[in-house]
């Protein structure tokens, strides 16, 4: 490997969670600097998300897109990543400015990447500047050097996907076989060509005995990371994982580990069956409760959904009795593999390969574009990761383009084929073109809200009708808002997740607020009230996850028996108690939950600020598309009309509906959108904000995050 700049450290000792360094790494003057981070950084920003959102706030400006010279990719972990005793600890997060959103994105992610950065001696990774050859960067602890190399070609093809060479980087740097004191990040061809592409997370999993992956899948972490002229990050540490963070109270951690691993043991075969099953298990309970997305979100239900039940993979596909845990110590396990699955379409058709995965979100996206073949699901989920594709992007994509064509906005002529929901030729042949930057790739493989703007000048050009006019009615079932498209559940029923989705910072995406269980499946925000609350105090909890390097699983998807007895059960406070004293253990501090919860507060406050600046943070921002509030269109209101006539029924107090469909169709939707508002108004009252959905002043002031910047960017906003 041809070594193009390298420097000698020592690296630092964690100790209670943190290394106190940031390594900074700028790829375009090839310069490599370790940071040492002040003491009140980690009491204000905690970690991961936090420690992203102030590098970006810092290091970025309001010009700053994602391929511009000073975007920051980092990665970082969190005081509470990296310990085997506690269950979720491999989670690092990814933070940058997003191809899709223009403003700060982040996306969660498994694997040893994070624990093995932590040990190497960095709380986070900052990588800016732009290099003008591919290069890897190799964070190497053992031998107390970190190296940006010349990318190294492997095999025959000049762009292998990320898995393979990734592999092949692995196997290489630790002298022809595996080992697991190696992790890596990768992001293959597709991610330099679509807007969507992810990250791989790759490392050695002893039990398959093969380089296993999870993926950072949101917001395009991945095109930024490959328009770096970045392929890969290699990190080494021999040292042992075992209590890797040298917790303040290494027994305190011990003792609420195993309560956490004895509820999980005890309670997920009776619940969610994450162990056995992985996340597939939702697409039963999502298509029971028509939340399940079929044909671009119009349906939430389908006869063939059964094809795509947790059954079917687990019958099929996966690995039986394979404990498979992202991390070391994670009893919920829900990483699922499957080995020697064929392939029977694409460029790689005929390969054996092993999929990992594939996940509910995979899954309910191949059931957005109206397929319903779980050989399809394995194959779609593999190319993806191969790619470099976010499999939620690419399927929501394909689906708005597939309505496109089935509502006469699009043609064969425009696409090169006939693209029809279920048409799994058509939707394969698509996701090659994406990859590759060919064909109708190249208007697909910008995401729904530049496809929208595409189709809409296209479709008026050819119509002799305006663009705004064809782009309204586009903006009906186009499923994304702030420019990232919508994660793979059906809202039209949930007021609580259509604010989960249109106020999420990053977009729609449930890892801000999953309340679509809670609220629909388990009944437990049964009036307006509730969901406001929830809206404020949810997206608050899961920010702290994302800020301290945890998964959110063992807490969300595993209810703790003992919450029963506590006033809201669905913030499962038992176990949350687990995760402080977990903290408290590790770090020394002694918080409770309100603490953490006002840590949350700053961080996403300062999200907040961030989308402002880039001009995402207003109410206008918020607003979902009309497919997200009901049905959008009359279809979609007559394959349910008696739920909906029931409805809207007890909205008019049990008055006399219309006699037209059309009619009370329409009064539905007027209602809809009146919630809406509504909720806008009394959430952002909640949150600290004015109706514009603009932080107050004093709610800025308030977590310390007044800075010149911050008191510029209201002084805009007339505040
Ligand atoms: S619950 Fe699943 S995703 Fe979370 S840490 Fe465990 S194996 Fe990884």
Same mark, same amino acid.
């Given at each position: 490997m041809e070594i193009l700049q390298r420097i000698e450290y020592q690296p630092a000792r964690v100790s209670g969670g943190y290394t106190d360094r940031i390594l900074r790494i700028d790829l375009g003057a090839r310069k490599i600097t370790i940071q040492e981070l002040p003491p009140d950084f980690k009491t204000k920003y905690t970690g991961g998300r936090g420690y992203a959102l102030r590098l970006i706030w810092d290091g970025t400006t309001a010009e700053t897109r994602y391929d511009s010279p000073e975007n920051i990719l980092v990665m970082a972990s969190g005081p509470l990543g990296n310990d085997p005793g506690f269950p979720g600890t491999g989670k690092f997060i990814v933070g940058t400015i997003s191809p899709l959103t223009d403003t700060f994105v982040d996306s969660n992610v498994g694997g040893h990447f994070g624990p093995i950065l932590k040990l190497a001696g960095f709380d986070a990774l900052a990588v800016s500047g732009i290099s003008r050859q591919e290069v890897v960067v190799l964070i190497d602890g053992d031998a107390s050097t970190i190296s940006i190399a010349a990318a190294p070609a492997y095999g025959q093809e000049a762009d292998e996907g990320a898995l393979s060479y990734g592999e092949n980087l692995l196997k290489v740097l630790n002298g022809g076989e595996f080992g697991d004191c190696l992790a890596a990040v990768t992001a293959g061809k597709g991610a330099l060509h679509a807007r969507f592409g992810i990250i791989n997370s790759l490392y050695f999993d002893r039990k398959r005995n093969r380089i296993r992956s999870k993926q950072a899948g949101r917001g395009g972490t991945g095109t930024v990371m490959r328009r770096k002229g970045l392929r890969a990050v290699v990190v080494r540490s021999g040292? $042992? #994982? !075992?209590?890797?963070?040298? %917790?303040?109270?290494r027994e305190g951690v011990r003792q609420a580990g195993s309560q956490l691993k004895e509820v999980i043991a005890k309670c997920d075969p009776k619940q969610f069956h994450l162990a056995a099953w992985g996340t597939t298990g939702l697409s039963e309970y999502m298509d029971k409760f028509h939340l399940f997305p079929v044909n671009n979100f119009q349906y939430g239900h389908s006869r063939e959904s059964p094809k795509l039940f947790a059954g079917v993979f687990l019958d099929r596909y996966f690995s039986k009795n394979m404990p498979d !845990? /992202? *991390? *070391?110590? /994670?009893?919920? =396990? /829900? =990483?699922k593999g499957a080995e020697g699955i064929e392939l029977t379409? !694409? %460029? #790689?058709? &005929?390969k054996v390969v092993s999929v990992d995965g594939p996940e509910y979100e995979t899954v309910g996206a191949v059931s957005c574009m109206g397929i319903f073949d779980a050989h399809f699901v394995m194959e779609y989920s593999w190319y993806c990761d191969e790619y470099g594709l976010d499999t939620i992007s690419t399927g929501v994509t394909t689906g708005f383009l597939m309505e496109c064509y089935q509502r006469g906005f699009l043609t064969a002529a425009d696409v090169g084929y006939p693209l029809e929901f279920g048409n799994i030729d058509a939707a394969n042949r698509l996701l090659h073109e994406i990859a590759t930057d060919t064909g109708f790739g190249k208007v697909a493989g910008q995401g729904v809200a530049r496809c929208k703007n595409w189709v809409a000048r296209n479709y008026a050009r050819r119509n002799g009708m305006s663009a705004a006019e064809a782009l309204a009615e586009l903006s009906k079932f186009g499923m994304e808002v702030k420019g990232l498209e919508f994660s793979m *559940?059906?809202? #039209? &029923? $949930?007021l609580a997740q259509q604010g989960g989705y249109g106020f999420a910072l990053k977009g %729609?995406?449930?890892? &801000? =607020?999953?309340?679509i269980f809670i609220d629909q499946v388990h009944k437990e925000l049964p009036t307006f009230e509730h969901k406001a609350n929830a809206l404020k105090w949810f997206p608050l909890i899961r920010t702290w996850f994302n800020a301290a390097g945890l998964c959110k699983l063992p807490w969300i998807d595993v209810r703790n028996p003992e919450a029963a007895n506590t006033p809201e059960p669905a913030k499962n406070i038992p176990t949350l108690d687990l995760f402080i004293r977990y903290l408290n253990a590790t770090t020394g501090s002694h918080k409770k939950l309100q603490d953490i919860l006002d840590d949350s507060e700053r961080l996403y406050i300062l999200q907040k600020l961030i989308n402002l600046r880039q001009g995402k943070g207003a109410r206008a921002n918020d607003q979902i598309p009309l497919r997200a509030m009901g049905p959008a269109f009359l279809n979609e209101y007559a394959a349910r009309a008696d739920y909906y006539d029931e409805w809207l029924q007890k909205e008019l107090g049990n008055g006399e509906l219309p006699a037209s469909r059309e009619e009370r169709h329409r009064l539905l939707l007027e209602k809809r959108r009146e919630a809406y508002q509504q909720l806008c108004d009394v959430v952002y009252e909640k949150k600290g904000f004015t109706s514009a959905g603009i932080p107050k002043r004093e709610t800025v002031e308030k977590f310390g995050l007044l800075d010149e910047q911050a008191d510029k960017l209201l002084k805009q906003f007339g505040l």
């Open positions: 040292l $042992s #994982k !075992g209590h890797g963070n040298n %917790p303040v109270d !845990g /992202c *991390y *070391y110590g /994670c009893n919920l =396990a /829900c =990483a379409r !694409g %460029p #790689k058709a &005929e *559940y059906i809202t #039209k &029923e $949930s %729609p995406q449930h890892d &801000e =607020a999953w309340l």
